[in-house]
């Protein structure tokens, strides 16, 4: 009889750490069906970690006349700093409404980071190269998973920790800001990955900052 009860009592741990540490596969695409880098999902948790006090700052470098990286995404409250690791100067600003500022003409490292206090993406561009554009993603405390290259994304948790979940992506067809909540009952139904589709406006239709500074608003 104790044998019995000590291997019940095993399986049922062996499927409670299973369910636990369950994950979810995901497959960013657009509306053509190919593949999205630099997707954001931003999850909401029912049961949030308490949050740690100590805050390292996150970087966004500029190398080869690019923002490196392309996409960052940072808690509200985060600083970031900005490192030039080109042997050239760049001029960095932005005019969003989640965080205007400006880093005028400098090499190497600028003295202070900046603080990013507001919710919001943050369009990044450069005063000299006009090509140079880069996003920062501001959540709320949340989870946040990027998409690779080739449109794959995993999330570390199991469906039913979830409360909410976004999909972003700086090309959205519908502007920069906007978020795709996900139907969670796919998250749900997770047999392999799952795919999300996102309609994305063309690449070469955004090439400069100031073509997606229009619609940043």
């Known amino acids: 009889m104790l044998a019995l009860i000590k291997h019940c009592f095993l399986v049922v741990t062996l499927l409670f750490s ?5 994950t979810i ?29 100590s805050k390292k700052t996150l970087v966004m470098d500029q190398v080869n006349k ?18 030039n690791s080109d042997d ?23 003295k202070s980071p900046i603080i990013f206090e507001n919710t919001g ?10 090509a ?19 449109g794959e994304a995993i999330i570390d948790l199991a469906p039913f920790e979830i409360k ?3 999909l972003w992506h700086p090309r959205n067809a519908k502007g920069v800001n906007h ?19 996102l309609t994305v406006s063309p690449a070469k239709a955004t090439g400069s900052f100031q073509d997606v500074f229009k619609t940043a608003h």
């Open 18 to 22: 299973f369910h636990i540490s369950a």
């Open 179 to 197: 978020k795709q909540v996900i139907d969670l009952t796919k998250l749900k139904q997770a047999k392999g990955a799952i795919k999300l589709a």
């Open 132 to 150: 140079m554009v880069g996003y920062i993603y501001v959540h709320n405390n949340n989870r946040t998973y990027i998409s690779g290259t080739k």
């Open 66 to 83: 690019a923002f490196d990286p392309h996409v960052l995404a940072v808690p509200i409250n985060s600083y970031v700093s900005f490192p």
């Open 25 to 53: 596969s995901l497959q960013i695409t657009d509306q053509n069906d190919q593949a999205l880098e630099h997707a954001i999902i931003e999850v909401e948790v029912l049961a949030p970690a308490p949050q740690s006090n």
């Open 121 to 130: 993406v943050v369009v990044l561009g450069c005063n000299i190269h006009d």
């Open 164 to 166: 909410k979940a976004w």
């Open 88 to 110: 050239i100067r760049h001029h960095v600003y932005s005019f969003s409404k989640a965080k205007p500022f400006e880093l005028k003409l400098y090499a190497g490292q600028p």
